[in-house]
Structures are given as C-alpha cells and as structure tokens.
C-alpha cells in the first residue's frame, strides 16, 4: 500500500512540475532572414562602415572585447584597422550577427552587431558568453573557437557569423 501512494504521490508532483513549466516566450516565429548580409570592409578611421542591417538588435551598456565585455553595436576603428562583417546568422532565439575589426591581417577586436534579446535572459546569456568567445577568437586568431556551455545557440550562432567574417577578410 506503501509503494502505491509513493508511485502515485511522485506521479502527481511530476506532472505538476511538468505542467508548471514555461518554456522560452521569446522564440521568435521565424528568425529574421539572413538581416545585414552586408559584408564589405572599411579602412576609414572613426566609426565602421555599414553598423548591420535596419532593425539590428545590439545590446547596450557594454564595454570593449578585450577588457572582459563586448562591444555594442559597431566597433570604432582606428588607424590602419579595417572593419569585416559576419553574415547575420539565424538562431532559435534571434540572429546573431559579428564585426571584426582587423589590423595587419590580425583580429584585434571583435563587436557583437546582432544578437538574441526576446527575454532578459537571452541578454543574460550573451553577457556571459560573448566575453568568453571574443577573448578566445583573439587568441585563436581565427574562427574555430569552442562554444560556451549553456550558450549553445549563441555560441554556434557566433561562431557561424565569426567564420563568415574569418573568409572574407582575413
């Protein structure tokens, strides 16, 4: 009798855990397509060229890549930099689109033009997981950087606009 209450008893708080879930509100019904496909480079100094498509979603109040933050929306150039965009790559939770800024064919910085932000929590996930893949694409030098755990649709979204901006410019 013992074990029958138990099964039943466990049975109901699952189904109550179950029902109690709510999944991610933000997903949008279709990613916007292919948005700021725009990929052409820019050796001015101040501002780069082409800041991604009309309607691009940067977060705002962040810092610069490689002091721990990433940069919102376009990355400034300075001299002798040239500014390389990633194609806007669709995620479950919204495109997430790159700026590489070159020098002497080098990455020296990196700036987050597009990315998911439906809920709090998807700015959340890119201010924990933008950092650490801008950090490891310096490092690297190159597009084949490891994704962050807990960030994988961002993380694969970067690293799939990353790469496009890797072949065309550096």
């Known amino acids: 009798m013992r074990r029958v209450f138990l099964a039943i008893t466990g049975t109901i708080a ?12 933000g997903i949008p019904s279709s990613a916007a397509a292919t948005a700021g496909t725009s990929g052409g480079s820019s050796s001015s100094a101040g501002s780069a060229g082409g800041t991604g498509a009309p309607g691009s979603s940067a977060a705002s109040g962040v810092s610069n890549g490689y002091k721990g933050g990433y940069t919102s929306g376009a990355v400034k150039l300075t001299a002798g930099e040239k500014s390389v ?15 590489l800024v070159v020098s002497n064919h080098k990455i020296v910085n990196v700036g987050i033009l597009q990315q998911p932000q439906g809920t709090p929590h998807d700015l959340q996930i890119g201010q924990l997981c933008f950092p650490t893949l801008i950090k490891e694409t310096i490092a690297a030098q190159s597009g084949k950087v ?6 994988t649709y961002s993380s694969g979204g970067y690293i799939q606009s990353l790469q496009s901006a890797v072949d065309k410019g550096l």
């Open 14 to 25: 699952g189904l109550v855990a179950l029902l109690s879930f709510k999944s991610h509100s």
């Open 85 to 99: 965009l990633g194609k806007a790559a669709n995620t479950v939770y919204g495109p997430v689109q790159v700026q």
């Open 146 to 151: 490891d994704a962050v755990s807990g960030a």
